[in-house]
């Protein structure tokens, strides 16, 4: 169960540094996800891990013994990478089997194996079949069986599922999960699916241009998120621009006023989180609440914590019904409602008023950004 350690790593490809003083460190048996979008440095940061690039600056510890210039061959390490690498001329088998051949195990053990983890990975009775034979989403079963079977100590995986189908995914991501924990494996999974990242994971960082935007566990960087970008990044989020208009320490409120032209005005309630006030009297912030957070009534109820105006759409999506609701000034929300033997029975039709509410305790305060970011954080709902 190794441990993993990035010391002031420092990544440049051309005139542009993919990773700056980086430092991340990952504890021994952990399942640990990377989560960023694409040109985030993900995958630079597994390559770096694994020796496939060698840091121009700084240390990669593993295990507390430095390897920063010791060959990929030599480190304990198994790897999927995002485009599959296998050996187009090897069957299926002799690609899952290569790591114990060139190891020279022996051939009934290396079998059973690989059987094993095929049957793991649902890929039964295809030994003899070429890569080419296969759709992308078993190549890359194939490369994730491949990885399990070098017995290493860490497992790196580049966005080991996005060629799979929705229900192999989820079925796979379990299995992966328990096979990691049994196995008392290190894995480092690389991902821009932050759902993915939170089923999986026992910590994981948002990673924004090389750097680490939050780190911690799942339920922490969902409730307590430090910037705008991290909270955005798991869905739709309704921002206001907000005036800190009180501060009752004891009851641990804020109130605001989302004030824009003459005529519109809302105000709201926020938790003061921990107690402790950030903000003062007077103070511009950003109030943030997320699309599930928000319940949806029909009718006009003019409260605070309270929008109202129109159904624009509304989406069916199996489990979740998603509204986008414009109030009288143009401005659009989304609210999110599970569909339930409750639910499901009142309906809600375009062009109907409805009113949009959250609990206080669920809203997100941040420094406000400035009107320019504002704008496109509006438009990005």
């Given at each position: ?16 540094k ?6 991340l ?40 013994v ?6 990929a061959e ?6 999927v ?6 050996f187009?001329?090897?069957?299926v088998?002799?690609?899952v ?26 890929i ?13 989403g ?8 491949r990885a ?6 860490i497992l790196?995986?580049d966005d ?12 796979l991501?379990i ?7 049994d ?16 089923m ?6 948002i ?21 705008i ?14 005036k800190i208009t ?20 809302k105000e709201?309630?926020i ?11 007077g103070?511009?912030?950003?109030l943030?609440?997320?699309?599930e957070h ?10 605070p ?7 624009d ?16 000034f ?22 109907e ?9 669920l ?6 950004p400035?009107d320019?970011?504002?704008e ?6």
């Amino acid at each position: 169960m190794p441990s993993i350690k990035l010391e002031d790593i420092t990544v440049t490809r051309g005139k542009r540094k993919i990773l700056e003083h980086f430092n991340l460190d990952i504890k021994n048996g952990e399942y640990f996800a990377l989560v960023g979008e694409t040109g985030a440095g993900k995958t630079t940061i597994l390559n770096v891990i694994s020796g496939l690039i060698v840091p121009e600056k700084g240390r990669v510890l593993i295990d507390d013994v430095d390897v920063t210039h010791v060959a990929a061959e030599r480190r304990d390490v198994g790897m999927v990478f995002e485009n599959y690498a296998l050996f187009p001329h090897y069957t299926v088998y002799k690609n899952v089997a290569y790591s114990h051949r060139v190891r020279d195990r022996n051939v009934e053990e290396t079998k059973k194996a690989a059987r094993e983890v095929l049957s793991l990975v649902l890929i039964p009775n295809r030994d003899d079949a070429l890569p080419k034979e296969l759709s992308g989403g078993m190549q890359q079963r194939v490369a994730l069986a491949r990885a399990l079977m070098t017995d290493s100590g860490i497992l790196l995986f580049d966005d080991p599922f996005s060629a799979l189908d929705a229900g192999l995914r989820m079925s796979l991501r379990i299995e992966l999960k328990n096979l990691a924990r049994d196995l008392g494996t290190t894995v480092v999974h690389c991902t821009n699916d932050v759902e993915e990242a939170m089923m999986v994971a026992n910590r994981l960082a948002i990673i924004k241009d090389g750097y680490i935007e939050q780190l911690g566990t799942p339920d922490e960087i969902y409730f307590r998120p430090k910037s705008i970008y991290v909270a955005s990044f798991f869905g739709a989020v309704n921002v206001f621009k907000i005036k800190i208009t009180q501060i009752d320490v004891t009851r641990g409120y804020y109130f605001g006023i989302h004030e824009r032209g003459e005529q519109e005005r809302k105000e709201f309630g926020i938790a003061i989180k921990d107690g402790i006030p950030e903000f003062k009297v007077g103070d511009d912030a950003l109030l943030c609440v997320r699309a599930e957070h928000c319940y949806i009534n029909k009718g006009f109820r003019k409260k605070p914590n309270r929008i109202y105006g129109t159904i624009d759409e509304i989406s069916f999506l199996g489990h979740i019904l998603r509204f986008e609701v414009k109030d009288e000034f143009g401005k659009r929300y989304v609210a999110k409602r599970f569909v339930n033997e409750k639910t499901y029975h009142l309906q809600f039709q375009k062009g109907e008023t409805v009113t949009l509410g959250f609990h206080h305790k669920l809203a997100l305060l941040f420094n406000y950004p400035g009107d320019k970011e504002m704008e496109r954080l509006e438009q990005n709902i």
